[in-house]
Each structure stands twice: as C-alpha cells, then as structure tokens.
Nanobody, 129 residues
Framework: QVRLRESGGGSVQAGSSLRLSCAIS????????MAWFRQAPGKGREVVAT????????DYADSVKGRFTFSRDNAGLTLYLQMNSLKSEDTAMYYC??????????????????????WGQGTQVTVSS
C-alpha cells in the first residue's frame, strides 16, 4: 500500500514560483509509474507530468513544458514539482499518484488517471493575475 501526501501549495501572483512535494510511505515506489495531476474547478483531472521510477524519463503536458520540472530525491521517498512562471490557468488542486507495482517495471507511463491506483489528498495552488 503506497501512501502519498502532498504539500507546498499556496496562493501566489502570476509569474511566481512554487515547489510542491509529495511524501511517499508504506511501500516501495520501485517498478511503478509516478505522476502529478491537477484538477481545476469545474474541470476534469489532467496529467501534468509522469515518469517511471528508476528512470530519468519524464513526460510533461504541453501546457507546462519548459515551466514545470518533475524530480525525485535520491532515496525516492519524495517527489517534487517545481513550478515556475505560474499562470492563472495553473490554478488547480494538484495531486501526486502512483501505479500498481509491476514485475518488469514501466518503460513509459500513461497519462490517464485510471492507470493510477494510489493518490494523495491534494494541495491547492491558486495563481492570481
């Protein structure tokens, strides 16, 4: 059972930066895909960035490429989402997520929330223009 807990959200001005963290506990994240999703008011949940554990492969949504960076600490127990040049359209609840464990691991991660089994409670990011 993977437990995820996000933190670091807040209210900022457009153009500012925030760094979100996702603390991982309960089980290894080896051989799983890890991801950040977000959900704006009145909209569906959308992928922000994904990456298989144990690799440097990261895929980003077009809307955040060049502005957001997904990273992990060396121990693999914390995920980060560095968000720069924030825009009002980045306002959303941000979630980290993990897939089930798979024997052969994952070479690439999907972008559909249905592929992710474990979710944090979310952290709110509000960007005012």
């Amino acid at each position: 059972q993977v437990r995820l807990r996000e933190s670091g959200g807040g209210s900022v001005q457009a153009g500012s930066s925030l760094r979100l963290s996702c603390a991982i506990s309960g089980s290894t994240v080896d051989r799983r895909c890890m991801a950040w999703f977000r959900q704006a008011p009145g909209k569906g949940r959308e992928v922000v960035a994904t990456g298989p554990s144990g690799t440097s492969v990261i895929d980003y949504a077009d809307s955040v490429k060049g502005r957001f960076t997904f990273s992990r600490d060396n121990a693999g127990l914390t995920l980060y989402l560095q968000m720069n040049s924030l825009k009002s359209e980045d306002t959303a609840m941000y979630y980290c997520a993990a897939t089930r464990w798979r024997t052969g691991g994952w070479s690439r991660c999907g972008s559909s929330q249905s592929e992710y089994t474990y979710w944090g409670q979310g952290t709110q990011v509000t960007v005012s223009s």
